[in-house]
């Protein structure tokens, strides 16, 4: 079966479907290739929302908007969340374009009630260090910007949730904060179901992960329903989760 997850750029649409397997990658940089220049199929839009729980903090849940543009041979993935008791509204675009890096487009608003502003560039560094909507998950996790990364080594094939992944060892040694990933890509999809990242002295910071319970069989197809990331270092958690109705 085929896992997509094009709510953060990791494949082309949003259900669980058929699909022959790609032919396999030789190597780490086919393989990280072949993961970001990815073209999804066609435009689409779901709303969900963000569970972040962070130590001793009660848990906030943050509405969000994401959705796939896509422009020939280039797309945008977007995150629209919605304002909160605390917090103002947020956009995240993050525009792909095959062979070349991401380009990210934030904008934030001032305060809940402000409008939102006009999106700005963000450097490579603010993109690693900027939370959607204060979660878990940075402007650079949700680009998958480690599939752009100068080192890449494809390792031993393992399985995970029942499917057999690809294993890809992206590292960055020249990143002030996370200089290694191990990602594994279901065969299938080429998307990651899970990945874990890890700092220069090789302590575990963030992972990224599908659950057996991520899915939920829709009219007699499986959609995704739900996906976590844990930030070791916060101690903090953000669940998001789709609306996938009964469509």
């Known amino acids: 079966m085929r896992l997509a ?8 649409s949003f259900a669980l479907a058929e699909a022959t397997a790609a032919q396999e990658p030789a190597t780490g940089p086919a393989l990280a290739g072949q ?21 001793g903090q ?13 422009h020939g041979d ?3 993935t977007y995150y629209d969340t919605s304002a909160t008791a605390d917090a103002g509204a947020e956009r995240l675009v993050v525009v792909h374009t095959p062979n070349a890096p991401n380009k ?7 305060s809940p009630s402000a409008s939102l502003p006009a ?5 490579p560094e603010e993109a690693e260090a900027t939370p959607l909507g204060g979660s878990d998950f940075s402007a650079a996790d949700l ?13 031993k094939g393992q399985m995970y949730l029942g499917q057999p992944c690809y294993v890809l060892d992206s590292r960055e040694p020249s990143s002030k904060f996370i200089t290694r990933i191990e990602s594994y890509i279901d065969k299938e999809s080429n998307a990651p179901i899970m990945a874990a990242a890890y700092d220069a002295a090789g302590h575990k910071v963030k992972q990224f992960s599908l659950h057996g319970s991520s899915f939920k069989r829709v009219h007699g197809h499986w959609r995704l329903e739900n996906m ?20």
């Open 119 to 123: 999106t700005a560039p963000l450097s």
């Open 35 to 55: 993961l970001c220049n990815s073209i999804p199929e066609d435009t689409n839009t779901i709303h969900g929302k963000l569970i972040i729980t962070a130590s």
């Open 74 to 76: 280039s797309w945008e």
């Open 104 to 110: 990210y487009l934030f904008a934030r608003a001032s």
């Open 143 to 155: 680009g998958l910007d480690f599939a752009h990364w100068p080192e890449q080594l494809k390792l």
């Open 5 to 12: 997850l094009a709510i953060l750029g990791l494949a082309s």
């Open 58 to 70: 009660p848990a906030r849940t943050v509405p969000v908007v994401c959705g796939i543009t896509v």
């Open 228 to 247: 976590d990331i844990r930030d070791y270092r916060k101690r903090s958690h953000t669940e998001l989760q789709f609306d996938i109705g009964d469509k």
